[in-house]
């Protein structure tokens, strides 16, 4: 990880392993791929160096029980200062 005017980027393979862990770590999860998407925003207006797009997919009993609402909110709160400093977007789909 390198710091540069505040902002701590880190590459692709840390930040899933960071998010991999945090998620394991407090939620009972019985499968989980997490995809780098930043490719598909390349270009786009706006995307930013060290930010980006995930998309994970849950298979999770646990979360299978709560309403959709409820386990999102659950997933952004275990994510949240990796939502807040390194990742732009994130596509959640559970089963």
Do not use: C, P, W
């Not at 980027?9 to 995809?35: G, P, W």
């Not at 925003?41 to 299978?64: D, P, W």
């Amino acid at each position: 990880m390198l710091y540069s005017n505040k902002l701590l980027f880190m590459n692709i393979n840390e930040l899933i392993k960071i998010v991999k862990n945090k998620l394991e770590a407090k939620i009972v999860i019985q499968d989980l791929k997490i995809e780098d998407k930043s490719f598909l925003h390349k270009n786009h207006k706006g995307n930013q160096e060290g930010m980006f797009h995930l998309k994970l997919i849950i298979k999770s009993e646990e979360l299978k029980k709560l309403n959709k609402i409820v386990s999102t909110k659950k997933i952004y709160n275990i994510l949240d200062h990796e939502l807040k400093e390194h990742i732009h977007s994130i596509q959640i789909l559970l089963s």
